[in-house]
C-alpha cells in the first residue's frame, strides 16, 4: 500500500543500493521494444472509438503513460474485476475485493491498434512477470491483468502473451491474467490525472517518470507530450 512513508523511503533505499530509477521501469532489461503483435485487430476508419482496459499496478504511472500515446483519446484510473460496492480505494487497498487498480483507454483504432497498446503495456507500463504486486506495491490489487471487451480483444491478448513468452526476453513467466470485463468504476477524483498534478513527489520521480522517458526512446512514433 502506498503512503508518505514509502514516497520517502523508497527513493533513499534505491539510492542506498545504487540502483537507479530506469532499472525499476520493466524495459530497462531491454535493449529494444518488445516485437510487434503477429496477430492484431484490424485498423477502422469509421470514426467509432474502442476501449481496452489494463492494470499495471499503480494506475497513477500507467495513466500516464497511456496520456502520452498517439491516438489515444481518454484514459480514467479506475477498478474493474469486483464488485461495485466496493470499488472505492480504502477498500481496494485491502486487497480482498478481486478489483484491481486499472485503466479504461479510449482509443482511435484508425490512429493506434489493439495490439500496439499491448505492446506499449508489456515494453513500458509495467513489470509483466510480477505476480500480485508492481515495484514496492505489494496484493493482487496490483496485478498484470487485461480485462477483454470482446472475443477479439482476448484472442490478441492471449496470443500476444503467447508469442512474448517464446521469445524469452524476459527472466521470469509472464503473469498477466487475461480476464472478461465485467465492469469498469472510475477512480476519486483526486487519483485522475495524479501524475500531472505530482511531478515531484518522490514515489513518482522514482517509478513512474522513468516510463515516461522509456516511451519516448523505445516508441518516438508514438510519443506525445500530451
Avoid at 153 to 158: E, G, N
Avoid at 187 to 214: G, S
Amino acid at each position: 500500500m502506498r503512503g508518505p512513508l514509502r514516497y520517502f523511503a523508497w527513493p533513499l533505499l534505491l539510492v542506498a543500493v545504487g540502483v537507479g530509477c530506469e532499472s525499476t521501469t520493466p524495459g530497462s532489461r531491454l535493449e529494444e521494444p518488445l516485437p510487434p503483435a503477429a496477430l492484431d485487430m484490424p485498423t477502422a476508419a469509421d470514426g467509432a472509438l474502442q476501449t481496452v482496459v489494463l492494470s499495471g499496478g499503480c494506475f497513477w504511472g500507467v495513466e500516464a503513460v497511456f496520456e502520452h500515446v498517439k491516438g489515444i483519446k481518454d484514459v480514467v484510473s479506475g477498478y474493474s474485476g469486483g464488485a461495485a460496492e466496493t470499488a472505492r480505494y480504502d477498500l481496494i487497498t485491502t486487497g480482498t475485493t478481486g478489483h484491481a487498480e486499472s485503466v479504461s483507454i479510449t482509443f482511435d483504432p484508425a490512429q493506434i491498434t489493439y495490439g500496439q497498446i499491448l505492446r506499449v503495456f508489456f515494453s513500458v507500463a509495467h513489470d509483466p512477470t510480477q505476480v500480485d504486486g508492481q515495484y514496492p506495491d505489494d496484493g493482487p490489487h496490483y496485478r498484470s491483468n487485461i480485462f477483454y471487451a470482446n472475443d477479439q480483444q482476448r484472442t490478441v491478448a492471449l496470443a500476444y502473451i503467447t508469442q512474448l513468452e517464446a521469445t524469452r526476453l524476459f527472466p521470469r513467466r509472464i503473469a498477466t491474467r487475461v480476464d472478461p470485463l465485467v465492469a469498469f468504476y472510475r477512480a476519486e477524483d483526486d487519483h485522475q490525472d495524479y501524475l500531472a498534478n505530482h511531478l515531484t513527489e518522490p514515489y513518482i520521480v522514482t517509478f513512474d517518470l522513468p516510463r515516461l522517458a522509456l516511451l519516448e526512446r523505445f516508441f518516438p512514433e508514438l510519443y506525445r507530450t500530451r
